[in-house]
């Protein structure tokens, strides 16, 4: 996540996005061609306070020619900015909007057809704090999207075209070889229409850890595709998005509860306690908070279970020994902890 807002006054906030195609990994076995703001699926986090301004500079760079544009949910007026951010390759659009309401916010590419753009990977968030900031502060603060992705193997024979960034065509050559074993994947429309995913990812990533990823882990739009990290009584905060396009998600800590809810990511009212499952739409979001209190593994899924085996799980690492709070959390028997083969939902 971007820092907290430190300013007093509002002031007025620039974004530079762009979008192009970039051929990444979904796991170690496959890899898709998705369409990107800022090289990401997510996008940029964006992060701004009730009053300020959002300055936004949009360039399309798409390398197959098609017109992109940026709904912000978090904005008032026709198509969410989109109607003044529509842009055919190689042209720059600004616009300026000045939220009027506290939240966190999806955006997305809404040029039709609109599920495609989305479902390609054309989503990320915006946060707008309250006047007076985010209450109780927090220790550690990080960001999941939870998306669908909708795929099918590709059956055209030909060598594959590998969409790499502006800035990287001086490693082509390694990016290619680090990509060439990997299946390549297709948008399947026809799924979409469905609704049945391939994949239900958390930051554009199939579990999210566990993988080696042949290139960065996207640190440089707040993602990170590496384990989250915190110690025991931190306040942790969660701001989730759910993409969709078309899922709900049963947003779940299993080894504990959210202790604040953050429903809809109303930021305005009091949060609702001791929450085990959250419910986040389609298009919506929450932020929640917990405090752990036994050291250990916790682990964040979509309740719908089956989704895990889709990829919808990441894990929080709280360091210490878990067995270090006898008080709240021991064995009666003697013996240490056990995890059963290939366990994937609270790994030591």
């Known amino acids: 996540m971007p820092p907290p807002i430190v300013h007093d006054g509002p002031v007025r906030v620039r974004i530079d996005m762009d979008t192009y195609i970039r051929t990444k990994p979904i796991d170690e076995e496959s890899c898709f061609d998705w369409w990107s703001f800022n090289g990401g699926s997510p996008g940029p986090i964006i992060r701004i306070r009730l009053g300020d301004v959002l300055e936004v500079h949009f360039t399309n760079k798409d390398q197959s020619g098609m017109q992109h544009n940026i709904d912000f949910h978090a904005i008032e007026g026709p198509g969410g900015g989109s109607s003044l951010l529509t842009v055919n390759q190689g042209q720059k659009k600004i616009a300026l909007f000045k939220p009027l309401r506290a939240g966190l916010f999806l955006y997305h590419c809404s040029m039709a057809p609109a599920p495609v753009h989305l479902a390609q990977g054309m989503y990320g968030c915006v946060l707008v704090e309250p006047e007076g900031g985010l209450q109780p502060p927090a220790q550690r603060e990080y960001c999941i999207v939870q998306a669908e992705l909708y795929t099918s193997e590709?059956?055209?024979?030909?060598e594959p075209v590998v969409y790499i960034g502006p800035d990287e065509e001086k490693n082509r050559e390694k990016i290619e070889n680090e990509l060439k074993e990997l299946s390549r994947l297709d948008m399947d429309i026809e799924a979409g229409m469905l609704e049945k995913a391939t994949y239900v990812l958390f930051n554009g990533r199939k579990g999210a850890e566990g993988y080696t990823f042949p290139e960065h882990t996207d640190e440089s739009i707040g993602l990170s595709a590496d384990a989250l990290l915190a110690k025991p009584g931190d306040n942790i905060r969660i701001?989730?998005?759910?993409?969709?396009?078309?899922?709900v998600s049963s947003f779940h800590l299993i080894s504990g509860c959210w202790d604040r809810v953050w429903r809809e990511a109303d930021l305005v009212s009091a949060p609702a306690q001791a929450i085990q499952t959250t419910l986040v739409p389609a298009g919506g979001c929450v932020v929640v908070?917990?405090?752990p209190h036994v050291p250990g593994t916790y682990t964040m899924v979509d309740h719908s279970l089956f989704r895990i085996e889709k990829g919808a799980i990441k894990f929080i690492h709280v360091k210490g020994d878990p067995l270090s709070r006898p008080d709240l959390f021991a064995s009666g028997s003697g013996h240490g902890l056990e995890n059963c083969d290939a366990c994937?939902?609270?790994?030591k």
């Not at 701001?239 to 899922?247: E, S």
């Not at 994937?344 to 790994?347: A, D, E, I, V, Y």
């Open 154 to 158: 590709r059956i055209d024979e030909t």
């Open 239 to 247: 701001f989730f998005v759910n993409a969709g396009p078309n899922l």
């Open 289 to 291: 908070d917990f405090q």
């Open 344 to 347: 994937k939902l609270h790994p």
